[in-house]
């Protein structure tokens, strides 16, 4: 069965330090996808980063890196030089491309980051 | 810009009284979902409409949970006889693609809907 796991259940990190969220994930399939979202306490998740099971490379959105490793089936999250504003939760999730009709993103539990000035 | 939005941003219900909850998508967006957020919790798929096929309902709780996208545009989610255990954050999202596309797979989120039921 599809699952992710996100074992830190909080975070804290020194304003303009680096920090990295773990993220394994459980599929069979060999095509998938996988998103990091961030909630901040507004309750809007908002979309970061996203990384193909087939992209060689792994996927840089600014700040944000994923550092992937595919035989580890992990999908880590970078935040480089964090800022106050970074504080929030963040949700690892995961999309099979081979489930047919089925779309939907399987979620972690998420890791709530503080970043202390 | 317009996002995906979501009204009521609060609603409280009594047990047993019936609620909709209302999604508008980014226009022109295929695909709509819906999740339900409990506190502390990751968000929990309900169900996926393309256009204004619901393709994909397994994940609604019970038959007292019904959601609908007549146009294939604006999707309204509704509880009937809440439950106390209905109390959660009900997310809804849209994407460019459709199910048989390979790209514009993002899922953008309105700020939700919290629902408390006393």
């Known amino acids: 069965a599809q699952k992710i796991t996100q074992t830190q259940p909080g975070m804290f990190v020194q304003e303009k330090e680096a920090v990295t969220l773990d993220c394994t994930y459980d599929?069979?399939?060999?095509?998938?996808?996988l998103f990091w979202y961030k909630q901040p306490s507004s309750g809007e998740m908002i979309f970061l980063i996203y990384?193909?099971?087939?992209d060689e490379q792994n996927a840089t959105e600014g700040r944000y890196s994923l550092n992937f490793q595919k035989a580890r089936k992990s999908a880590n999250l970078v935040i480089s030089a964090s800022q106050l504003g970074d504080s929030a939760m963040y949700f690892c999730?995961?999309?099979?491309?081979?489930?047919?009709?089925?779309?939907?993103?399987?979620w972690g539990l998420g890791t709530s980051l503080a970043v202390n000035p | 810009g317009a996002g995906v939005s979501q009204s009521p941003r609060y609603k409280v219900a009594k047990r047993g009284q019936d609620v909709a909850l209302r999604c508008d998508p980014i226009?022109?967006?295929?695909?709509l979902f819906w999740y339900q957020q409990a506190l502390g919790q990751g968000p929990e798929f309900l169900t996926y409409?393309?256009?204004?096929?619901?393709?994909?309902k397994s994940g609604l709780p019970s038959d007292r949970f019904f959601a609908e996208r007549p146009e294939g545009s604006v999707s309204t989610l509704k509880i009937q006889r809440t439950q106390q255990e209905d109390s959660a954050v009900y997310l809804c999202?849209?994407?460019?693609?459709?199910?048989?596309?390979?790209?514009?797979?993002?899922?953008?989120f309105g700020p939700g809907t919290r629902l408390t039921v006393l």
């Open positions: 599929t069979s399939d060999q095509s998938y996808g």
């Open positions: 990384q193909g099971s087939y």
């Open positions: 999730a995961m999309r099979e491309a081979n489930a047919g009709n089925n779309r939907k993103l399987i």
């Open positions: 226009s022109g967006h295929v695909s």
């Open positions: 999202a849209s994407s460019l693609a459709g199910s048989g596309e390979i790209t514009g797979y993002e899922q953008f």
């Open positions: 409409f393309q256009n204004e096929a619901q393709l994909d």
